[in-house]
């Protein structure tokens, strides 16, 4: 194993806190990445993790060298990409995380697209709606809907996502048809509550270049999408979601937009992955092909995109989100966490 190799495993062992994760993440036998911490140790004179019964840490000495490993490892990556050719086809594999109805509806589908465009690349598609982990759990890139708040991860927007409201006829008929927002007084909602903090999200919509929201009455709460669509179409209330999701049902008839005037902002959608990662041409081809994918000519999906940075420009932010099926999770303010309930 080489110098660059030997740097690679040991910021891995650092990030996933374990021998274990790290050498499952690099798909090497324990032993391999136990015996390179140690050759690493014996060349460099230091010790550079304290090791427990429960959890791997760096030392004063490995927090220092760690920091200086990204970089050189940064540094050999560009470097190798100086002298691949704009044609060349990627290899390798690639761990990609999506939350759980675009997974399913809109990416999985696609998918032999990009494997017949990229057959060098395989993929581990982790179609989920838990919190995870991109380093802990090995992730290279993962989809997530809303806004952006401190996370540290570099975030290459893909869109917007469109909103609508809808209910089902047989609700309609009894409750009437809202015409403008004051009416959601006399209305039900089935309201949804975060799988992670509990807290139920509000009707919002946008009116006077502001937005509005409202806490709408409502007999059932949820706290998935699939549950929150088959409540709409039982007729227990009106639901807010996005436009891709029932976009089958409002073609079939089994529910019927309302308040078309009225809709909740778009949501934005960004792909976001660890800084280290940023060079990756997998990573690179994978975000230029889910663009493509997540704005189908004639779907109700998503706005233009105004301001998808490029392979060369990616904006960086820093990232957390509130759940619900208007919120897909963002990594939270520890630092690289991503997960709970989606669209």
Avoid at 8 to 33: D, G, I, Q, Y
Avoid at 240 to 258: F, K, M, N, R, T
Avoid at 297 to 305: D, I, R, S, Y
Wanted: aromatic share 6%.
């Amino acid at each position: 194993m080489d110098r660059i190799d030997l740097f690679r495993v040991f910021a891995r062992v650092v990030e996933t806190t374990s021998f274990t994760r790290a050498a499952e993440t690099l798909n090497l036998p324990r032993s391999t990445v136990s015996t390179a911490i140690q050759e690493l140790e014996g060349r460099l004179g230091a010790r550079l993790l304290a090791r427990t019964t429960r959890s791997v840490t760096p030392t004063t000495d490995g927090r220092a060298f760690y920091d200086h490993c990204l970089r050189l490892i940064a540094d050999v990556e560009e470097a190798e990409n100086l002298f691949r050719h704009e044609g060349s086809s990627p290899r390798g594999l690639l761990r990609v995380n999506l939350p759980g109805r675009i997974g399913r509806l809109l990416v999985a589908p696609r998918l032999p697209e990009f494997l017949g465009r990229y057959p060098g690349i395989d993929i581990a598609l982790g179609v989920t709606d838990r919190a995870v982990n991109l380093v802990e759990d090995g992730i290279d890139c993962v989809l997530r809907v809303g806004p952006l708040h401190d996370s540290g991860l570099i975030a290459r927007r893909m869109g917007d996502l469109a909103l609508v409201n809808v209910a089902s006829p047989a609700y309609l008929a009894r409750y009437g048809v809202p015409q403008v927002p004051a009416d959601l007084a006399h209305h039900q909602a089935v309201r949804y509550a975060s799988p992670s903090t509990g807290r139920i999200e509000d009707w919002e919509w946008e009116e006077g270049g502001a937005t509005r929201s409202l806490a709408m009455s409502g007999r059932v709460t949820v706290n998935s999408a699939e549950a929150f669509i088959a409540c709409c179409l039982a007729g227990l209330g009106l639901i807010q979601i996005p436009a891709y999701d029932v976009a089958d049902l409002l073609h079939s008839g089994a529910l019927v937009e309302v308040l078309p005037r009225w809709r909740a902002a778009p949501l934005p959608m960004a792909l976001l992955y660890p800084h280290r990662k940023h060079l990756s041409r997998r990573i690179q081809v994978f975000a230029d092909w889910l663009e493509e994918a997540l704005h189908i000519p004639g779907q109700p999906l998503a706005g233009p995109v105004a301001d998808a940075p490029s392979q060369t420009g990616d904006v960086t932010r820093r990232a957390t989100t509130a759940t619900g099926p208007r919120c897909a999770p963002a990594p939270g303010p520890s630092g690289e966490r991503a997960g709970g309930s989606s669209p």
